[in-house]
């Protein structure tokens, strides 16, 4: 089965005050050490899943490139990331070849880059189209910066875009809310994240909400229930407009889905490089092997061991549940039967039934999904379905 490639570029021109990511604003003189050493690391990928002890084939039907945001890479540094990818994996014609890029950073030479090496598909952190809502997290970009961004995009032949949206930004309301989501479906493009504001203290703003302090507009975030309220507004407003939901966080046009994203949800095979890259690949007898990077830039180029956990024939059984629920398709407790066994879910069938009981689930022939309450409770439900392994040393 082709492989998907994640290539994590962890620079970014600001530090949005939401993120929790393993990201952050570095000297542009650490660019090109760590481009070296992400080369390096893809050129060594034979012998690192060797030890690791998985199977891979060289044959790749995706590419992202995430971060942080990859364009702040200068054109040289992004055109030797993916020459030294052609030279070590077998990309295929008509691969899904993806670009995350904060609006405002695609100057015509990066453009022009992008095009020659043959990214087709560009995801933009839009956050809002509210100027004042993307402010007041850092954003650096205004609406018509997007609107323009997406133009050229067109003209430059790239036309599968995706826009990334948050609700529960500071200062958002219903109305300012329904103004977003009206000019994605305006705008055309084919695919839309939409994700809810995590409050936690992995990110400046969540621990100043945590904190109930003031700084980073945090005393202007919605309450959760008006975020939730905004998450449902945008699954009916986008399905109305024709981008459709087929995951929690995700909306597409017909046949725009995300190939790279959906090997994640399906349990594909996929390789990571950088800081906080992440691997799943196959082993013998059906079982598989998951490792990651340090996640932080320090460690990274220390050369820190991977992390590396076994997926047992059961930890793959729940994967198959708690990933594939997050599809707005659910999971066919048929094809669960034909890969893990004719009994292999009769373990969840209470909780099954339990979550049907309360309308978090819906229960249709052989498949079970999420209903639009399960999808606002997922972490619930998805607790369920899966037991923490023990990760080993690598």
């Not at 952190?125 to 609107?147: C, I, M, N, P, Y």
């Not at 329904?178 to 504001?197: D, I, N, R």
Request: proline share 4%; hydrophobic share 40%; net charge negative.
């Amino acid at each position: 089965m082709p492989l998907g490639l994640y290539i994590s570029v962890p620079f970014c021109r600001t530090k949005c005050s939401y993120c929790n990511f393993a990201s952050d604003v570095f000297s542009r003189t650490v660019f090109q050490r760590y481009v070296d050493r992400v080369c390096s690391d893809i050129e060594r990928a034979n012998q690192t899943v060797e030890q690791m002890g998985g199977r891979f084939s060289r044959a790749v039907d995706s590419v992202y490139l995430g971060g942080g945001t990859p364009t702040v890479l200068d054109i040289t540094q992004l055109e030797r990331l993916f020459v030294t990818i052609s030279q070590n994996f077998q990309v295929q014609p008509g691969a899904e070849i993806t670009v995350e890029c904060a609006p405002g950073t695609l100057t015509p030479p990066i453009l022009e880059t992008l095009h020659r090496c043959g990214v087709n598909r560009v995801s933009l952190g839009v956050q809002s189209f509210v100027d004042q809502e993307a402010a007041s997290v850092g954003r650096l970009h205004k609406r018509a910066t997007v609107l323009d961004d997406i133009a050229r995009l067109r003209t430059a032949g790239i036309s599968n875009i995706n826009v990334d949206l948050i609700a529960g930004l500071p200062h958002q309301t219903a109305e300012s809310w329904k103004f977003s989501l009206a000019e994605v479906v305006a705008s055309g493009v084919p695919h839309a994240s939409v994700y809810m504001l995590e409050v936690d203290e992995d990110s400046r703003l969540g621990r100043e909400l945590v904190a109930g302090g003031t700084r980073y507009h945090a005393h202007f975030v919605p309450d959760e229930d008006l975020t939730a309220d905004l998450y449902g507004m945008a699954c009916e407003r986008l399905n109305a407009g024709g981008v459709q939901q087929y995951e929690i966080s995700n909306f597409a046009r017909e046949g725009y889905e995300s190939r790279h994203n959906l090997k994640y949800w399906t349990r594909q095979p996929y390789l990571g490089f950088g800081v906080d890259a992440h691997a799943m690949l196959a082993q013998e007898a059906g079982q598989a092997v998951r490792f990651s990077t340090p996640d932080s830039l320090e460690q990274y180029m220390a050369g820190c061991p991977l992390t590396r956990t076994l997926v047992s024939g059961q930890a793959a059984l729940e994967e198959t549940f708690f990933l594939g629920l997050r599809l707005t398709r659910g999971v066919d407790l048929q094809e669960v039967a034909r890969a893990f066994g004719r009994d292999a879910a009769t373990g969840f069938c209470g909780a099954i039934a339990e979550f049907v009981r309360t309308g978090l689930l819906e229960h249709q022939g052989e498949r079970i999904r999420l209903t639009e309450r399960g999808r606002l409770l997922s972490n619930e439900v998805f607790e369920r379905f899966v037991s923490d392994p023990a990760p080993l040393a690598s």
